[in-house]
């Protein structure tokens, strides 16, 4: 089979998107040696081991951003057996099969997060106005994804098939016993998330600033990534008088993410709404213990390895860190069932699960 992705995505590794495209194509390039891919790409960076069964195209175009190119890259290839956008778009004219991932609905269930009036949106509508009618089947990353796109796109169940993201293995570790001894190393309390609101990094920065000062002054917050825009959690955290242990570190290569999850007493993810939360896998990957939101995907992703709390209760999401900050037991246990738990999931399972849907749909 032919088979095209469209990566818009690879333009920005660091995003969860970004991620996914990335270690799909990978995954795919090692478990899948029969089908012949055509990958398309924005920008002239592929990060990908060479394979005689994968071929790489650069399409530029500067127009309308995504949803030009989206539909032009796709016209250049010519026929195809299938073609897979490995996120939420839709296709005005398709040449075979299409199959898109999506992620979540969250733009749906929180429409005050999304921007609707922009001139990509408006070319999305205008070029398909009826953007379900040409997908032939739907991918998503889990239970809850899945159970929220068909209540709410009214997708027939058997359209949508569960996928799981995975865990870069060889990448996200433990750290080493030399490294444990880093005198370097700060304790942190770490989070790592996005400016979306729906991330709910107002609610931890509570939480860190209600702990016991005996505890709280031990430790940093380490907020990683592009956390606020607006600098309205700046303002709260002067508020709180927690300025001086508080860091924003900004986006950071990878190299350095790890070095976080490696050295950080427990990450918190607080959201509100996730897809899946890959986050909250690559920190018990690297020996992290874990509290997380337990509302929509996270509960099936975390199994009984994370410490869950309403991520709407400070209080109760500040008593689950100052668990795990003072009890070692606790923070012994729940670093061995996530490092258990991560084994559940690979990027050559996601891979070899979503070529197999590839021959189904294809061959149905």
């Known amino acids: 089979m032919k088979i095209v992705i469209a990566a818009w995505h690879l333009r920005d590794f660091n995003v969860g998107l970004g991620r996914y495209t990335q270690n799909l194509i990978e995954s795919l390039g090692r478990v899948d040696q029969d089908n012949e891919y055509e990958i398309l790409m924005p920008v002239d960076s592929s990060p990908f081991t060479p394979r005689a069964n994968i071929h790489y195209h650069v399409c530029r175009y500067p127009v309308f951003k995504r949803r030009f190119w989206e539909q032009m890259a796709t016209v250049l290839v010519g026929r195809y057996d299938l073609l897979h956008f490995p996120y939420d778009s839709s296709l005005a004219v398709k040449r075979g099969k299409f199959i898109v991932t999506i992620h979540d609905v969250k733009p749906l269930l929180y429409p005050k997060t999304s921007k609707h009036l922009n001139v990509s949106g408006l070319v999305k509508r205008l070029l398909i106005p009826r953007p379900l009618k040409n997908i032939d089947h739907i991918i998503t990353v889990s239970e809850c994804s899945r159970k929220d796109i068909v209540e709410t796109l009214g997708v027939p169940s058997e359209l949508v098939t569960v996928i799981p993201q995975g865990v870069e293995h060889k990448k996200f570790l433990p750290r080493s016993e030399e490294d444990a001894h880093d ?8 989070c790592v998330a996005g400016s979306d609101p729906t991330k709910n990094i107002q609610t931890l920065i509570l939480a860190f600033s209600l702990l016991p000062e005996a505890i709280r002054i031990c430790f940093q917050l380490i907020l990683v990534g592009d956390v606020d825009k607006q600098g309205t959690l700046h303002q709260l955290v002067k508020q709180k008088g927690i300025e001086a242990q508080t860091r924003y ?4 290569s990878d190299q350095q993410l790890i070095r976080y999850y490696q050295q950080a007493s427990v990450f918190v993810f607080p959201s509100l709404y996730e897809g899946f939360g ?3 896998l690559e920190a018990m990957a690297c020996g992290c ?8 995907s996270l ?3 975390v199994g009984d390895a994370a410490l869950m709390v309403d991520p709407v209760d400070a209080m109760a999401m500040k008593d689950a860190i100052q668990r795990i900050l003072t009890d070692p037991a606790l923070q012994r246990r729940l670093r061995e069932a996530g490092l258990q738990r991560v084994k559940q999931f690979s990027w050559d399972q996601t891979a070899m699960q979503t070529a ?8 149905v």
């Open 183 to 190: 005198s370097e190393s700060l304790p942190s309390v770490l």
């Open 249 to 252: 570190s900004g986006v950071v």
């Open 278 to 280: 890959l986050p909250v």
């Open 289 to 296: 213990p874990v509290v997380c939101s337990q509302t929509s």
């Open 299 to 301: 509960p099936e992703v």
């Open 356 to 363: 197999s849907l590839y021959d189904r749909v294809v061959n």
